[in-house]
């Protein structure tokens, strides 16, 4: 039967088989895109979740050289003697004589959803007792830094210092 | 002296070849077709004594000449131009009989062996023989590249389909139109031009050895048949023997010899003479009625065209040559067939099928992928534990920037101050300038801690806010300020 056409309808005969693979290639192929764009989105979602958790090693290190120890925040009524008795464990194995720490309240929550309280302590010592606190500050699993730091020297006696701090948490 | 043995160029027609032969210093040309039951010559030229131009003498025949290529006047006729034999050197050898692929390994190293120049010089060509007690003889011929190239390059311009070997076609010519056929298959065949002669040894009707003399027709002719031989005849049958000898050939009469003639008398004496000599000689006369156009071609000009015509017939027949010119000359149109996975359309299909194939693994890992990596988490940590994770890990990011490295901060300062500079205070608040109180001796000393805390990484923007002379003493009471890190901008303190 193939025969008996002619060249004209051979050729219409493939234009017509082109164009109806193509308007197939295009209903399912158009359906089948869109799903594999919906597939490419849902795994950047999850790309981007293991991102949150999995740092590079360098980073990570960077990190925790900071941060050594990180307890997550309690409550305020509950982080803030946590916080207040570790600093004040702190101070007291330095070797600082310390005045009654002062809490100041929580201001408003930050972008974590976290407020910001402060601690605010005054106290005399001496540079070298300065700097073993400062040393081991990190060590606070609860702080999340020093917002403010005053350090005044005796002018009879140059190693003994004057010192106003203020160091911050994280309450829920 | 011009000699059209047709007196006009036909038109270019079907199926035909047309063959150039040079010999006695005339190029001679024919153009040869196949007819019903044989050959039919259309026609057959030859040049001028002195005209040795090829382009020339094509053109006059009706081929086309130059880098165009081949035109329509060429039609579909078949070019073949020849090579005289006497340049090339042939060796004969013994093989065992074994694949081609291992022959040619085998001629490569044989030759090697025997020719005498280096083999980067040299082209060779072969042809397996008969086979006898599982031992195959092989004709090697062998010519000085450079020459053969300088005569590609001569007929370059004529886009030969084949270049052959002249003495191939002479043996050719014998077997069809010289009653070779119906002779003994080995045998030699002896074409004498007017100044030379070309003897060649056909074995099993194909050329495997071929010398030239360099006495011919007019050397000898004037001898009487049977007269007493001159110096001349006896130096030319002397060197026959030698000839046959170089052959393998020892006994004169070992091998029949066939002088091809065209019923002239000076070759007829020739014969005699090989014969008076113990030699198996004959005369070899064309046999017209093998070729068409009888009235218009007869014996004399068979004769003369012989070797033209040996040529055309090669190519008619498609004969398998000495094609010692095969590595320096392919005809256009003629490409070296490749292995069918070099074919641009299987690249091409392969090409499709992995992209189509890449398209489907890229969907088929990025469906899983999200699927696998949450099971994967899900079994190694649970939503909520997830979660925390996540929080966690942000939170203490957070921390890590909210952190000031603070005994950092005092030793940098510390280490920036020098002698006559004293320190009396730090004041460091989150989002302003750090402030530094002291004493210096004097200006310049003050200034010098300046510049020292500058270099210091991490400090910017040193300034000296005041600097009063004490009234109690000599010394100057100073305030320095300047931004340590991203802590002391303005919106770090939350």
Request: net charge neutral.
């Amino acid at each position: 039967m193939l025969e008996r056409l002619s060249q004209r309808d051979k050729r219409a005969f493939k234009i017509g088989a082109i164009c109806v693979v193509g308007v197939v290639a295009f209903v399912f192929g158009t359906k089948w895109i869109g799903h594999w764009a919906q597939v490419r989105r849902s795994l950047a979602e999850v790309k981007a979740k293991l991102e949150t958790i999995s740092v590079d090693n360098t980073k990570q290190a960077a990190v925790a050289s900071i941060v050594p120890v990180f307890e997550m925040p309690q409550k305020e009524e509950t982080q803030k003697f946590l916080f207040r008795n570790k600093l004040n464990e702190q101070l007291k194995k330095a070797g600082i004589n310390s005045k009654p720490l002062q809490v100041l309240p929580a201001g408003k929550p930050t972008q974590d959803g976290y407020r910001l309280l402060r601690l605010k302590c005054n106290g005399k010592c001496r540079f070298g007792q300065l700097l073993d606190f400062l040393a081991r500050l990190n060590e606070n699993s609860y702080l999340v830094g020093i917002e403010e730091m005053r350090v005044k020297c005796d002018p009879k006696n140059r190693q003994e210092v004057e010192l106003d701090l203020t160091v911050s948490t994280f309450v829920k | 002296m011009r000699s059209d043995v047709a007196n006009t160029v036909k038109p270019a027609l079907s199926g035909s070849a047309v063959a150039i032969a040079q010999e006695d210093g005339k190029l001679k040309a024919v153009e040869l077709r196949r007819r019903e039951g044989g050959f039919e010559v259309l026609w057959a030229k030859s040049s001028e004594g002195d005209d040795r131009n090829l382009g020339v003498f094509a053109v006059e025949c009706g081929l086309s000449v130059g880098p165009i290529g081949r035109t329509e006047k060429d039609g579909d006729r078949m070019v073949v131009v020849g090579f005289g034999s006497a340049g090339v050197a042939f060796y004969r050898i013994s093989a065992p009989a074994v694949k081609e692929k291992e022959i040619e390994a085998l001629v490569k190293l044989q030759a090697e062996t025997r020719l005498p120049l280096p083999s980067e010089q040299v082209e060779i060509a072969w042809r397996a023989g008969r086979i006898h007690d599982n031992e195959m003889t092989v004709t090697i011929a062998a010519g000085r590249r450079e020459r053969l190239q300088e005569f590609v390059e001569n007929v370059r311009g004529l886009k030969p389909g084949k270049i052959l070997l002249d003495c191939e076609g002479i043996v050719k010519a014998w077997r069809t139109f010289f009653g070779g056929n119906a002779s003994p298959t080995d045998a030699v065949i002896v074409s004498m031009g007017v100044r030379s002669t070309q003897v060649c040894l056909a074995e099993d009707g194909q050329l495997s050895n071929a010398a030239v003399l360099d006495t011919g027709v007019d050397d000898l002719s004037g001898e009487e048949p049977g007269a007493e031989q001159t110096e001349t005849t006896e130096g030319f049958v002397q060197d026959m023997r030698s000839v046959l000898e170089l052959f393998g050939y020892a006994e004169p009469d070992e091998l029949p010899v066939f002088v091809l003639s065209s019923g002239s008398e000076a070759i007829n004496g020739v014969v005699s003479s090989l014969v008076s000599a113990g030699l198996d000689a004959r005369v070899a006369e064309p046999l017209s009625k093998e070729l068409g156009v009888a009235g218009e071609i007869g014996a004399e000009e068979l004769y003369e065209y012989r070797v033209p015509i040996g040529l055309a017939l090669m190519r008619l027949e498609s004969e398998a040559e000495l094609n010692i010119f095969g590595r320096l000359y392919r005809p256009s149109g003629e490409e070296k067939k490749r292995h069918w996975l070099y074919s641009p359309k299987v690249a091409c299909a392969v090409a499709a099928v992995m992209l189509v194939m890449l398209v489907i693994v890229s969907y088929a890992v990025d469906a899983a992928s999200p699927g696998a990596i949450e099971k994967r988490l899900n079994t190694s940590v649970s939503d909520a534990d997830m979660s925390l994770l996540v929080q966690r890990q942000k939170l203490i990011r957070t921390v890590a920037t909210e952190r000031p490295d603070l005994l950092e901060l005092l030793d940098l300062v510390n280490s920036g101050g020098s002698k006559g500079v004293l320190l009396d205070g730090l004041q460091f608040k989150k989002g302003q300038p750090v402030s530094i109180t002291g004493q210096a001796d004097n200006p310049d000393m003050l200034y010098k801690f300046q510049e020292s805390l500058l270099t210091k990484n991490g400090i910017k923007q040193v300034e000296i806010q005041n600097a009063t002379k004490d009234p109690k003493g000599d010394k100057f009471k100073f305030t320095i300020t300047f931004h340590y890190k991203n802590f002391t901008k303005k919106g770090t303190a939350k």
